[in-house]
């Protein structure tokens, strides 16, 4: 079936630090691939996505590029901020299908 | 501003009260969703609606209930069937049915 697995957290860095938070998927079909960011206490907010192999999201500093020879969607960023401590959800998403699969999620905390 | 609006923030029930969880959406979009979250694990679909008057059951529908009878509204029953409510429920909306979806900020229900 289809899963995403994500790097197990929490992840704790330095301000400016360089971030990368791994996720490999396993799928059928031809998915779409998302992050989402979860700040405390709120909802998912959609930080970027990808809809076929080799196309880069990018949104607020962050990138993922779509790996199909990997089955990989790592997420990155170069220098991170205190305001970047979430939780960061890899999930994919099959043309058609009524769901979301997501990972469990990565915690992350920036320090100053 | 467009977005989706989940009430109360943070509900407590008794054991064995059903309890009803709001979600409207002012986005104009065909697709709701509703995922549980628990501590440290991804989201997990619960029911989620393609139309009005319609709706479909997803991984653990057992012990909720849904209704869909305006586009802007999808309620959640939680009854005393559930045998583990006690949960962050997330209310979610898309466009089309699979593309990138929309959460709104939650519902944190705790039931004693």
């Known amino acids: 079936g289809d899963s995403v697995t994500q790097m197990e957290g929490p992840v704790t860095l330095s301000e400016e630090a360089f971030l990368t938070i791994n996720c490999t998927y396993t799928?059928?079909?031809?998915?779409?691939l998302f992050w989402y960011v979860q700040y405390p206490g709120e909802g998912l907010q959609l930080l970027l996505k990808?809809?076929?192999?080799?196309d880069k999201g990018s949104n607020k500093g962050f990138e993922a590029t779509y790996r199909k020879e990997t089955t990989s969607f790592h997420l990155e960023k170069g220098s991170v901020q205190v305001s970047d401590s979430a939780v960061y959800f890899c999930?994919?998403?099959?043309?058609?299908?009524?769901?979301?699969?997501f990972g469990q999620g990565t915690r992350l905390t920036i320090n100053p | 501003d467009g977005g989706i609006t989940q009430s109360p923030k943070y509900l407590f029930r008794k054991e064995g009260q059903n309890v009803t969880l709001s979600c409207e959406q002012n986005?104009?979009?065909?697709?709701m969703y509703w995922y549980r979250q628990d501590p440290g694990q991804g989201l997990r679909l619960i029911y989620y609606s393609q139309i009005v008057n319609d709706f479909q059951k997803g991984d653990i529908a057992e012990g909720y209930s849904v209704s869909r009878e305006k586009k802007e509204s999808f309620p959640l029953t939680v009854t005393s069937a559930q045998k583990n409510p006690t949960a962050f429920y997330l209310c979610a909306s898309s466009s089309s049915f699979g593309t990138g979806k929309y959460f709104g900020p939650g519902t944190r229900l705790t039931v004693t």
């Open positions: 799928a059928t079909g031809y998915p779409s």
């Open positions: 999930a994919l998403g099959i043309q058609g299908a009524q769901k979301l699969v």
């Open positions: 986005l104009n979009h065909d697709a």
């Open positions: 990808a809809t076929k192999a080799d």
